[in-house]
């Protein structure tokens, strides 16, 4: 041991020489793009988004969300008696229409649908559920059927149809550390960012940008991994000059969303080309005690997107971004033992935009009488969401992303 | 091992090939954590229509503790594919802990389907194949329990046949449909015994394949192991792990022809692999990009070092994604260039410095249940994480000792990188550190790992 203690004494002293912070250019872009001259080139044509441009923003709500005590059959005997402790009284509830109310850790959502800013999409899902979050939440992102595995996601096909070869790999930025599934395309990834000082500071490491600026062009695999590092490097600046040119003046709450949809904003108010955003919350897997933990995400992202709708609307952009949320199944009909939920299949999403086509409630309730094993039936597929947002929001092939036509609907 | 790197180079690599068979043909240690609290609350529920048995309380114990065990049960397999010497064996479970894709949150099960895996890697792919089958894991994951004479659940009988033996396109649907009539009334025990139900077993003639009788799993089995096609199956998807993603079909028959008059005798076709002039050719060579537990292996391999806090591997393998025992469906981890993006290809790259202890690191998972496994509250805060490790570098600067410096940064390039092309010694040289000899070598080891070239092999 006292070999290895002595080792690591000077192994300490190499650390000097290694750390990160010694290689940073402090404060310096320009010097640091000496290093890397050829890919900061892709972007000074200024392929600009322009303002007007439409901007997805996708919520995720991680571990299956209770779709029925979000939003409320609230005239519903059958709801009332599965749910005889879980179920949300109708004077508790925050009434959108006589029959339906929404959680009331929720008003935000309330006072956008009054506004026209908030659409309800209702019994959402696909064919054979799986009940598993894992696979289920696949099936979301993949957009595959649920007895194919795919391993591409919506978002990422996307990229592959919208800017294949294009250089601007910014077109799509999840707010996290790991890049989801959905993002993932065949030839086009999207870019995981946290925060996007903290991206900088990894990728400015002088020794990353000198091998890659002297690296040249050799087999194959050797220069797909080059041409990603180099992506990353010069998409890291760019994200982060982005991010500073209109650090939002916005108040919000000091949240993991709250941060994270202030990061979406300030680059959705820059003249980053970014297209689609995806950032998660959870966990909504209330198998117990589910009153508590529901309320307590329904408030982080009640007050988050409040700040988030607030800030857009200040700076006039509320109708060029559309926010969608879902999870990657509802919940059963009846409570458990446990003061919870178990895991079920068709949920409810919402559509949250300023430029919404088609407003309020866009779909009937789900049908509590027709029950499959104590589960709801769906009576949208995703996939129809998602086409219709490829083609009427995002201006994008929906028939070679999603591999078919799926009917499009009118939201947008 | 660092040791070994010198033998290496005087020794042929059909030698070495030779060393390691002789090495992973001894019967692998079994593994054994399940704790004795999953034991407990196990024993005597002699059917799993007996879980209802169990209060919620028990249930959720049961399934904490079975999280808590996997992770133990990951970083002792990871461990050993770090210091054992069987590494073809290593290497070869690893490629079917992928084939058999299996995700269940049991420890019992996982546990008794790694050891069955580890056991016949170079053994007989037929009989792999009906063990893997007949495991409480794969008969669970793959919902075979539900599958009942009167109440046919496909799903087993369709991922045996796609994923297992002959691939999409070689069978109908109504092969499937008779398959699964045929695998009615396979079922497990909850102490993981496989058990056949016959009062579930669907006893009238099936057709299947084209061959028509009453038949049972055994012979669905049987008659799949039959078709060349299966053969042909496994044969291109090991090539693809072991020697190219861009697969060489003239070579993939010969293998496969080879392998299938063998009786699937999978070590014969790694000789045949690895026995081969074209194995060692150029273009076979530093293409392939290392899986996460093949580059944290890999590095751990060269750096024998201790870490304070192994879980911390857990989360490597989460980030860059690939989590042992947690395959992202029954497909498989899809390898190639789906291990790369952005942030995991940034991550990998400065893997070898958080691991020799020479950078932090900021990485916050979301909250996503059962991926998580277990690791919720490992870092809700955003803040820097030191890993603690102790490299014994002096085996590893023991290899360089009669080297001369000139030609130091040559040799050591050499045995870390695998790509035809080197990375641009003079860079390499300027980040060097130059006070000392070890200096120099360590930071040039450490250097040459956080290199793209490093992620091939």
Known sequence: MLMFYKQKIKFNILIMLLKRKEFLQIGSLATASLFVPKFLKAFEQKSIVPPGNKILVVLQMSGGNDGLNTVIPVRNDIYYKSRPHLGIEKDKALLLTDEVGINPALPAFKQLFDEGGLSIMNGVGYPNPDRSHFRSMDIWQSASDSNKYVYTGWLGRYLDAQCDGCGKPTQALEVDDILSLALKGENNKGIAVKDPARLYNTSNEKYFREINAVHHPEEETVDYLYKMLSETLSSADYIFQQSKLHPSSQMYPATGLGKNLKTIASLIMSDINTQVYYVSIGSFDTHVNQDNQQKRLFTEMNDAVNAFINDLKNNNRFQDVLIMTFSEFGRRVAQNASGGTDHGTANSMFLISGGLQQKGLLNAMPNLADLDQGDLKYSVDFKNVYATILRQWLHADDVSILGKQYELMNFV | ?457
Not at chain 2, 23 to 33: G, L, Q
Not at chain 2, 201 to 217: E, P, R
Not at chain 2, 358 to 381: C, Q, S, Y
Request: hydrophobic residues 40%; aromatic residues 10%; charged residues 25%.
């Open chain 2, 1 to 457: 091992m660092p040791q070994n790197v010198n033998e290496l180079s005087v020794i042929s690599s059909k030698q070495l090939y030779h060393y390691l068979e002789k090495r992973s043909s001894r019967k692998p240690d079994e593994f054994n954590v399940a704790t004795n609290l999953f034991n407990g609350l196990v024993k005597g529920i002699e059917d799993v229509g007996m879980m209802q048995k169990l209060t919620q309380d028990q249930k959720k114990m049961l399934r904490k503790q079975s999280v808590d065990d996997l992770k133990n049960l990951n970083l002792l397999w990871l461990d050993s594919m770090i210091n054992s010497e069987d590494q073809l064996r290593e290497k070869m479970s690893l490629f079917w802990h992928g084939h058999f894709a299996c995700r269940v949150i049991n420890i019992y099960f996982q546990q008794q389907l790694i050891n069955t895996i580890r056991q016949n890697a170079l053994g007989n792919f037929g009989e792999l194949l009906r063990d893997v089958s007949k495991s409480p894991s794969m008969l669970s994951f793959l919902n075979n329990q539900q599958n009942k004479k009167q109440h046919p659940n496909e799903n087993f009988a369709r991922e045996v046949m796609e994923l297992f033996t002959m691939g999409r396109g070689n069978y109908t649907e109504d092969d499937v449909k008779e398959g699964a009539r045929a695998f009615t009334g396979w079922g497990f025990s909850l102490h993981g015994e496989f058990v056949n139900r016959p009062f579930a077993h669907d006893d009238g003639n099936k057709t299947f394949l084209g061959k028509t009788g009453n038949f049972d799993g055994d012979d669905i089995i049987s008659i799949l192991l039959e078709q060349e096609q299966t053969a042909k199956f496994i044969t291109q998807k090991i090539y693809k792990f072991f020697v190219n993603d861009t697969i060489d079909s003239e070579k993939i028959n010969w293998l496969a022809k080879r392998f299938y008059e063998s009786n699937y005798d999978i070590q014969k076709l790694m000789s045949d692999i690895f026995l081969s002039d074209w194995f060692y050719d150029e273009k076979n060579i530093g293409i392939h990009i290392k899986s996460p537990i093949e580059l944290i292996a890999g590095i751990r391999r060269f750096l024998p070092m201790e870490l304070d806090k192994p879980e911390v591997q857990l989360l490597f393998q989460h980030v860059l994604g690939q989590v042992l025992f947690y395959p992202p469906n029954v497909a498989g981890w899809p390898g190639g260039k789906n291990w790369i993006d952005s942030s995991a290809l940034m991550f990998r790259l400065g893997i070898p410095q958080i691991l020799a202890n020479a950078d932090n690191f900021v990485i916050r998972p979301k909250d996503d249940d059962d991926t998580m496994m277990g690791m919720e509250g490992v870092d809700k805060m955003e803040r820097p994480r030191q890993v603690n490790s102790v490299v014994d570098w002096d085996s590893v600067l023991k290899v360089f000792d009669s080297e001369e410096k000139e030609n130091l940064l040559e040799k050591i390039s050499s045995i870390v990188l695998q790509t035809k092309d080197k990375i641009d010694s003079a860079v390499i040289d300027k980040y060097a550190g130059k006070q000392t000899r070890e200096m120099y070598i360590q930071t040039m080891i450490v250097e040459l790992m956080s290199t793209p070239e490093y992620q091939l092999c």
